[in-house]
């Protein structure tokens, strides 16, 4: 029977593990990708993560994110992690709006609600001064023609980006600096090169809207126009220019791991439309990279995890019933994490590649 978890290493990441076992202190990268309601299949497997491999490292490792993989990172940055991914999955899930198509001004203010739900009072202190978890928050600073913060200004702006990044990904460049607000003892970052990528410190003002603007869609969502510490402005959704990230060859020591949704990653958000952009299993040799497996999904309600076509489709009831199912599935992810971390053979169904 297939495992319900699907596990890529590169050849390095598979040595080590062979050899070791899994140990938190073998990791010094987490990634959170983009994908908005995605998230809640990884959810119950996050708790277990943040329990078995975040939870009293004594070595620093950095959480790069994107959008919701920010809000999962700050999450798993709390001192009890797998009660702030409850509070998040709770405050996910029954989300509400009032009407089927509510403003950017709306979904803006429930997103910031959910936040200050999942983190709580303490939070932001929290994440800011942690002794080891580094959270990375990407954002996308507009620049140029893109600069338009709504109506046809905001679409002159994505359909110029839409074709420069068609062009290239260079083209992007020109209309998106690449903003990360970052702990304080974090000073570069792996996999982020070009886009004139500048960091900025978090602290207790500027997290929340940082978190906000790393998930804020456009047309979908407001822009934030500032955030405190930096410069400069709107900043939208970090998945712009970091969708799930370009993984080129690791530029810090220690082994990479990235939970994610699917085996194929999408290097920015205007790349979806460009197939070639998506090279299957994308992989470095330090890379372990988790995702629901084909068994997993194919046993799923419609076939598939959720995402933010359920709002359109669905009435919030459904939409709401079917996540729910997705939640109670991802404990499946969770126990095949589980039993592999803690096994006897480490690399048990494991795809060496």
């Not at 001192?79 to 979904?107: F, W």
């Not at 003892?185 to 960091?199: H, I, K, M, S, W």
């Not at 998945?239 to 290097?267: C, E, M």
């Not at 994308?282 to 076509?309: E, T």
């Amino acid at each position: 029977m297939q495992s319900a978890l699907s596990v890529f290493m590169g050849s390095e990441a598979a040595k080590t593990i062979c050899e070791q076992g899994w140990q938190a202190a073998h990791f010094s990268t987490l990634i959170g990708a983009s994908g908005g309601p995605k998230w809640l299949i990884l959810s119950e497997l996050d708790k277990v993560l943040g329990r078995a491999l975040l939870l009293e490292r004594g070595e620093p490792m950095t959480l790069l994110g994107s959008s919701i993989g920010t809000w999962r990172l700050a999450c798993l940055s709390l001192n009890d992690p797998g009660a702030a991914i409850s509070r998040l999955q709770q405050a996910y899930l029954y989300q509400e709006y009032s009407c089927a198509k509510p403003s950017p001004i709306e979904v803006s203010e429930v997103a910031e609600q959910m936040l200050r739900e999942a983190l709580g009072p303490v939070g932001a202190r929290q994440i800011s001064n942690h002794a080891t978890l580094r959270i990375a928050i990407v954002t996308a600073r507009a620049k140029g023609v893109a600069r338009g913060e709504s109506g046809w200004k905001l679409g002159v702006g994505m359909a110029t980006a839409t074709v420069s990044n068609a062009v290239s990904r260079k083209g992007l460049g020109l209309l998106f600096d690449r903003v990360a607000f970052c702990h304080g003892e974090l000073n570069a970052l792996p996999f982020a090169d070009g886009f004139n990528t500048q960091l900025i410190a978090i602290n207790e003002l500027n997290l929340i809207p940082a978190l906000k603007a790393s998930g804020a869609i456009p047309f979908l969502m407001q822009c934030e126009p500032t955030i405190p510490g930096a410069s400069g402005g709107p900043f939208w959704d970090g998945g712009i220019i970091d969708y799930h990230f370009t993984l080129k060859a690791n530029q810090t020591p220690g082994l990479v791991l990235y939970p994610h949704f699917r085996d194929r990653l999408t290097p920015g958000w205007f790349d979806k439309m460009l197939h070639w952009r998506t090279p299957q299993r994308s992989v470095i040799d330090q890379l372990v990279l988790m995702c629901p497996s084909d068994a997993f999904l194919a046993q799923l309600p419609h076939g598939k995890i959720p995402n933010r076509d359920d709002f359109r489709v669905m009435s919030p009831q459904g939409r709401v019933a079917y996540w729910e199912t997705c939640v109670r599935e991802s404990e499946r992810l969770a126990e095949a994490f589980h039993n592999l971390i803690s096994g006897d053979d480490p690399l048990r169904g494991v795809t060496v590649l």
